[in-house]
């Protein structure tokens, strides 16, 4: 491994020529195709980024239909963090499915699903007894935290932040944060789910202790701890706009929640697993929480997600209580065993940080030259730039949109995220070579001076 952790074997894919290739424009005829049966056949409220059919992806690129090569800034948001297709997953994937698909955990237990169990217990952060439970997504993770936290407390309000983002299920829109487009028409929401200001450093210039205290006199003066049973706040936000918060200001919380009996819910789902050069975001600041929601980068693209936490807590529910038909299902199960695996013994977390230094010498570049990039935010192969009016700060969504489209005609995956839809995150996997990374920012840096 280099001073940045470059990976000397490339990390998955079926063995993918590493470049970006455009042999037509973007989407190509079959792209074009496809997005029209999508349109027909698929309901229109599911939306895609990238107008491409894909057809294979793997090491820092995904081919398209058509035969471009793409190169992947986005992972499929933070979830192909091992690489896409890594070879291992394909091993370990293959020989589970040959074994046996599904017997549901709750009906006939199966080893896979207590072992990610035990290794999630063991890799969070706290020295105490935990335990876990599997389910399939991450707002089920969400949803699953918010029902232990209240079984265990006796209590019933939960407390998230502005900017938050959990999901899309009912009680998981209640805790998002943004109306436009996760929740707009889709009410009535959860009750008892209360709002609690963020540290947002590059826009409220508040110092951690000084955001801390104003979100503890919401809770205290508005909300009241006597009802509060537990506070869900993402450590670094992600569809929020990346935003980091001050120092000081997720340990203040930690504090408060202890002294008030209130459980600690790190949603980890999209900073979790090596994503922000620490296995997990929490330990970046030195916080433990008292349960942690995980999926994403869980299990090298398939679907799992987990509860970890204190064992009291965890074990606070009557049997029955937790669960799922498919939850813990022994495909993803296998998957994640491999991709855990691969976190601790192939330095991830190391190359996640290689990484950020990347993305952060190159943006913090463009940030100098151009004043339409307002701040530049992040931790690990996670950073984000924030676009605004030079003049008065006000957020950018225009110039956003814009060069993100211009990125991906341009054969380079981006996304965007923010509350004022102001932001283009970066989530590279860590699988991408150094100099595919330069390439796509380079495209960013040509995007952006074309607009
Ligand atoms: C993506 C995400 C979720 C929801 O996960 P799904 O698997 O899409 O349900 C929840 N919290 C955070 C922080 C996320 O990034």
Redesign the pocket.
């Known amino acids: 491994m280099s001073a940045t952790g470059t990976l000397t074997t490339p990390l998955g894919g079926p063995s993918l020529p590493q470049e970006r290739r455009l042999v037509t424009s973007i989407p190509g005829p079959r792209s074009r195709a496809l997005l029209e049966r999508k349109a027909a056949a698929v309901a229109a409220g599911v939306g895609h980024t990238a107008p491409i059919e894909a057809v294979a992806a793997g090491g820092g690129v995904v081919v398209d239909a058509d035969g471009n090569s793409l190169i992947d800034l986005g992972s499929g948001?933070?979830v192909t963090t091992i690489g896409n297709a890594h070879p291992k997953i394909v091993e370990a994937v293959q020989a589970q499915v040959a074994q046996f698909t599904h017997t549901c955990f709750m009906i006939s237990p199966y080893e896979s699903y207590v072992a990610v169990a035990e290794a999630l217990n063991r890799i969070t952060p706290g020295e105490f007894a935990k335990k876990s439970a599997l389910f399939n997504?991450?707002?089920?993770a969400?949803e699953n935290a918010v029902k232990i936290a209240r079984k265990f407390t006796g209590k019933q309000a939960v407390v998230a932040f502005d900017h938050g983002?959990?999901?899309?299920?009912n009680l998981?829109m209640a805790l998002t944060a943004k109306a436009m487009p996760y929740k707009s028409g889709f009410g009535p929401f959860a009750s008892e789910i209360y709002r609690a200001p963020l540290s947002y450093p590059f826009r409220d210039g508040l110092s951690g202790a000084d955001a801390a205290a104003r979100a503890i006199a919401v809770m205290e003066k508005q909300i009241g701890v006597d009802g509060l049973a537990a506070v869900v706040i993402?450590p670094i936000q992600?569809?929020g706009g990346f935003i980091v918060p001050a120092d000081g200001f997720l340990n203040a919380l930690v504090d408060w929640c202890r002294a008030n009996g209130v459980v600690f819910i790190a949603?980890e789902?999209?900073?979790g697993f090596a994503r922000t050069g620490a296995m997990f975001a929490s330990e970046v600041f030195g916080i433990v929480p008292d349960l942690i929601?995980t999926?994403?980068g869980i299990a090298g693209g398939l679907p799992l997600?987990a509860v970890t936490g204190r064992a009291e807590i965890m074990d606070a529910s009557h049997a029955g209580g937790l669960g799922g038909t498919y939850g813990g299902n022994p495909v993803a199960c296998a998957a994640a065993l491999v991709a855990i695996e691969a976190f601790e013994e192939e330095g991830l977390a190391q190359r996640a940080t290689g990484i950020g230094d990347i993305l952060t010498r190159r943006l913090t570049a463009l940030k100098a030259a151009d004043p339409r990039i307002g701040d530049v935010r992040g931790r690990g192969a996670m950073i984000a730039a924030e676009f605004v009016d030079p003049a008065t700060g006000a957020p950018d969504a225009a110039l956003t949109s814009a060069v993100a489209k211009s990125c991906i005609a341009d054969g380079v995956i981006v996304l965007t995220c923010g509350t004022y839809g102001n932001v283009i995150r970066f989530l590279p996997p860590l699988s991408i070579p150094d100099d595919l990374l330069e390439e796509g920012l380079d495209v960013v840096a040509a995007a952006l001076a074309a607009h």
């Open positions: 948001i933070a997504s991450g707002a089920e969400v983002y959990h999901g899309r299920t998981t993402e992600g569809e949603d789902i999209q900073t929601t999926a994403k997600a």
